[in-house]
C-alpha cells in the first residue's frame, strides 16, 4: 500500500524557515517524480514544486521561486521542502503528492498533509 | 501558461439528482485532464484521469468527458457522501508541473 506521511508543519514567524518531510512508503521511491501542492485553508489547490525522480530536476510555481527548496533522498525514501523567507501568505497545508504514471496525468496518492502558519 | 477555469463555483443539488460540472482549459491541452474530489478534512481523491478513465474503486456514477479546451465531470443520482468540492487538474510539460482550476463546490440543495 501506498503512504505518504508529511512532517515538519509548524508556527514560525515571518521572514522563518522550515523543512517540510515526507516519507514514502509501498512504491519503488526513485521510479516517480513527486510534487508538493499546499492549500490555504477554505481555498483552493496550488501546485509548488516537482522533484523529478532523481532529484536532479526541480521546478517551482511562481509565488515560491527562490524562496523554496526541493529535494529528496532515494536511499531514505524521502522528499523534502524548504522553505524559507517565509511570508504569511505561505499559510497552507502542504501535500506531499507522487505522480503516477499509472494514471496518466493524474495523481492518485497524497499525503494527508502539515499545516504551515506563518504569523507573528 | 494554461489556465483552468471551472464553473460554476457552487453548485446545489438534490441527492437522487444529476450533477454537472465544467472545466474550462485557456488552451488546448488534449485529454490530459484528471477530476479531483476533496472533502473537509481530507487530500484530495483522484476520481477521473485523462478526462475520461475512472481511477481505481471509483462508482460508475462518475464519469469524465471532454478533451481540447472543454471538460465535463458527470455525476449521476448524487449520494450523500458526494456533497463535496471538486477540482479538475491538468500536468503541464513545460514548464513541468500541475495546474489546478478554481474549484465546483458540490452543495446539497
Known amino acids: 500500500e501506498v503512504q505518504l506521511v508529511e512532517s515538519g508543519g509548524a508556527v514560525v514567524q515571518p521572514g522563518g524557515s522550515l523543512r517540510l518531510s515526507c516519507a514514502a512508503s509501498?512504491?519503488?521511491?526513485?521510479?516517480?517524480?513527486m510534487h508538493w501542492v499546499r492549500q490555504v485553508p477554505g481555498k483552493g489547490l496550488e501546485w509548488v514544486s516537482l522533484t523529478s525522480w532523481d532529484g536532479s530536476s526541480t521546478y517551482y510555481g511562481d509565488s515560491v521561486k527562490g524562496r523554496f527548496t526541493t529535494s529528496r533522498d532515494n536511499n531514505r525514501n524521502s522528499l523534502y521542502l524548504q522553505l524559507n523567507n517565509l511570508r504569511t501568505e505561505d499559510t497552507a497545508v502542504y501535500y506531499c503528492v507522487k505522480e503516477d504514471r499509472e494514471y496518466g496525468t493524474g495523481c492518485a496518492h497524497w499525503g494527508q498533509g502539515t499545516l504551515v502558519t506563518v504569523s507573528s | 501558461e494554461i489556465v483552468l477555469t471551472q464553473s460554476p463555483a457552487t453548485l446545489s443539488v438534490s441527492p437522487g439528482e444529476r450533477a454537472t460540472l465544467s472545466c474550462r482549459a485557456s488552451q488546448g491541452i488534449s485529454s490530459f485532464l484528471a477530476w479531483y474530489q476533496q472533502k473537509p478534512g481530507q487530500a484530495p481523491k483522484l476520481l477521473i484521469y485523462?478526462?475520461?478513465n475512472r481511477a481505481t474503486g471509483i462508482p460508475a456514477r462518475f464519469s469524465g468527458s471532454g478533451s481540447g479546451t472543454d471538460f465535463t465531470l458527470t455525476i449521476n443520482s448524487l449520494e450523500p457522501e458526494d456533497f463535496a468540492v471538486y477540482y479538475c487538474?491538468?500536468?503541464?510539460?513545460?514548464?513541468?508541473?500541475?495546474?489546478f482550476g478554481g474549484g465546483t463546490k458540490v452543495e446539497i440543495k
Open positions: 487538474q491538468h500536468r503541464t510539460n513545460w514548464p513541468p508541473g500541475l495546474t
Open positions: 509501498g512504491f519503488i521511491f526513485d521510479d516517480y517524480t
Open positions: 485523462d478526462a475520461s
